[in-house]
């Protein structure tokens, strides 16, 4: 193999704990096993010579392909049509073990003729632990078994038990080799297995047949459980199953993506690791997650950052890392794979990722936004998270006015971002709001005060007359997209002048043709070389902060050309090139959170543009927002606290 497939030519499957990328042409060219984080064992995508990969493709010398999920289900349908013979592979891992880690993982691949006769060719070709341990390879009647040092695969034969052989098998150099003949109505097929139990066997099709059986009625009793019903309800399930796909079971944790290293520039350097649970995201998922019904994956989620809060991560200075390990643990040291070439030659490879010690202030935020909202819809912050809080916020009163990194990980050194300080002035915020609404103790006092000092900061240095806007690090002249978050998380309302005076100037920067780019490096230097694509989750901010404006028309219709983006699937990257292809790590978990909480936002006010029109999705509740309370900071004396509509939403 030697030409990359693009990004965008693939459909992700899983079980839970870990995933595969299957391409249009029916290649495995993504797996680790047995988590999301794990070493790889097929990653053509990443070096089509030596990565590994899993091939089924015709023996016909010209073919058409076809790609779609069963409905409602994460299981892949890749469909192949020749002059002689309509043929299909059906890929699917059965959901491992929801609490309990395993090794033993399955992902199946059945192969189907539906007319005429259809001959494949199939080419599996493991290369462990990022192709740098090597394996041996045995065959038997049942399949093959590889073995590598820390390796353990088998590949079991689905077929019957008659007398005929439709199937031919070698091994040669490391690969196990197969052709095989069906006739319209044939089943026949393959299965991974990681760590069998026992050597390979003939697995009987029937006993495929149940298991598909049963993966499908799993992602239907699943998706069951989601109340949306609004405009784009088959959009917001497939976002809703992929982000499921996305969650290691064990621990609730959610990766930002399962792959690592897919560039934000082909043959660039933007070339980063994503198989880890970043901080940041939590309060996008738990508002999503419970926006649509899905109460035990938000609450897994809130646990697992309330054990992350109970720790003191590692020896750095910050309470909180970045990102993590699904396990929770925080090992992340960053290293580079010189041997691989990369997608598209985007070298280098990493694996790890050097921005978890970073300090990043916009996580605090993230953190104390997540577990204020849970507590509100019932999932209790318990005593022994609370008293951890008080350190994590006690320690965003003494740090908050602190150079550093930034929401997107810059490598060309610390800034007062105005992002970070946004994100402290919520995690300050929302601590003061838990303590008054339940009487737990904390020196509210204090917070309120350094919250206050924030706002004041913002409102001074981080707007720009000459801009009429606010900018991406004080004093500065230069623009961020992440700031479109400001009405949201209740900042500022958005109808103020300065808001909706910042809304146009970042329509006018970083807005090209809908699409939003994350800030210009060229304006505000990021430590690399290179461009970048547009930011398709800052795209869905857009939509939300358009919504929130008033200005619905023109929300709805940069929300429906997004929606064109997305690949054959539904499924979206970190970013769009100027071709319109996917770039970055895919799918990727921010994008798809912004897409389902723009979704509902825009939902809510289409809805409530239409008088007598009833609701199809959640409402937003108005939430205080919190005018600075004290003059101490050089404020105005104490304001009424002033209604706002935010991300916290009922339904009516």
Not at 111 to 119: A, D, N
Not at 646 to 652: A, E, G, M, P, T
């Given at each position: ?490 900042f500022i309302p958005p109808q103020d002048p300065r808001w909706l005076s910042t809304l146009d100037a970042i329509k006018k920067d970083l ?104 609701p199809t999705s959640p409402v937003p509740v108005p939430y205080l927002y919190a005018q600075p309370m004290t003059a101490e900071a050089g404020g105005p004396p104490v304001t009424p606290a002033t209604p706002y509509p ?7």
């Open positions: 193999m030697n030409e990359h497939p693009l990004i965008e030519d693939h459909g992700l499957i899983g079980d839970l704990h870990t995933a595969a990328l299957v391409s249009t042409e029916g290649t495995i060219d993504w797996f680790c096993s047995p988590r999301f984080d794990s070493p790889s064992i097929f990653a053509a995508l990443l070096d089509g010579d030596t990565g590994g990969h899993w091939t089924i493709a015709p023996q016909a010398p010209t073919y058409a392909t076809k790609q779609l999920y069963y409905p409602d289900t994460c299981v892949l349908l890749t469909r192949f049509m020749t002059e002689q013979g309509v043929g299909s592979v059906v890929d699917f891992m059965p959901p491992a073990s929801p609490r309990s880690p395993t090794n033993n993982h399955r992902l199946v691949r059945m192969l189907r003729c539906t007319r005429g006769e259809i001959s494949f060719d199939i080419e599996i070709a493991p290369r462990f632990d990022y192709a740098r341990q090597s394996h041996e390879v045995t065959s038997s009647m049942g399949g093959w078994h590889f073995a590598g040092r820390d390796a353990d695969l088998t590949i079991h034969v689905v077929d019957t038990l008659d007398d005929e052989r439709l199937d031919d098998r070698r091994i040669r150099a490391g690969k196990a080799l197969m052709s095989i003949r069906l006739r319209a109505g044939m089943t026949r097929g393959l299965m991974l297995e990681t760590f069998a139990d026992g050597p390979p066997r003939i697995v009987p099709p029937e006993e495929c047949e149940r298991l598909l059986e049963d993966t499908i009625a799993f992602w239907h009793s699943w998706l069951a459980h989601s109340r949306y019903t609004g405009r784009w309800r088959e959009t917001i399930n497939r976002s809703a199953m992929t982000l499921k796909l996305m969650t290691y079971a064990p621990s609730g944790a959610m990766v930002a993506a399962p792959t690592t290293s897919l560039p934000e520039q082909a043959g660039g350097e933007r070339n980063w690791d994503y198989r880890y649970a970043w901080v940041r995201d939590a309060s996008l998922s738990l508002h999503a997650l419970l926006g649509l019904g899905f109460t035990d994956e938000a609450m897994a989620f809130t646990e697992w950052l309330g054990d992350r809060v109970q720790e003191v991560a590692g020896s750095g200075e910050h309470p909180l890392k970045v990102m993590y390990r699904v396990d929770g643990s925080a090992d992340l040291a960053e290293q580079t794979l010189g041997h691989w070439a990369g997608y598209r030659s985007s070298a280098p490879v990493r694996v790890g990722n050097g921005a978890a010690d970073q300090l990043q202030l916009d996580i605090y935020g993230s953190a104390l936004e997540c577990l204020h909202f849970a507590d509100l819809r019932g999932l209790p912050t318990t005593c022994r998270i609370w008293e951890a809080l008080i350190n994590t916020v006690d320690w965003v009163c003494e740090n908050w006015d602190r150079p550093e990194a930034g929401i997107w990980e810059t490598r060309g050194g610390d800034k007062d971002f105005t992002y970070g300080r946004l994100m402290s002035w919520i995690a300050l915020d929302r601590a003061v709001r838990m303590a008054a609404r339940s009487g737990r103790p904390g020196e509210t006092q204090r917070w309120t005060r350094q919250r206050d000092a924030i706002y004041w900061q913002i409102m001074q240095r981080g707007w720009s007359e000459e801009r009429a806007a606010f900018t991406q690090y004080l004093g500065s002249e230069v623009l961020d997209s992440a700031l479109l978050r400001m009405p949201a998380v209740g807005v090209s043709d809908g699409l939003v780019y994350r800030y210009d490096p060229s304006a505000s230097p990021d430590g690399l070389r290179g461009s970048e694509g547009t930011f398709s989750a800052c795209t869905f901010w857009y939509v939300e902060a358009l919504a929130r404006a008033g200005h619905l028309r023109e929300g709805r219709f940069v929300f429906e050309k997004m929606l064109t983006y997305a690949n054959h699937l539904g499924l979206y990257s970190e970013e769009i090139g100027l071709t319109g292809e996917q770039l970055g790590n895919f799918p990727q978990a921010l994008t798809h959170l912004a897409l389902i909480s723009a979704a509902l936002s825009l939902d809510a006010h289409l809805d409530a543009a239409v008088p007598g029109f009833p935010s991300d916290h939403i009922i339904r009516r």
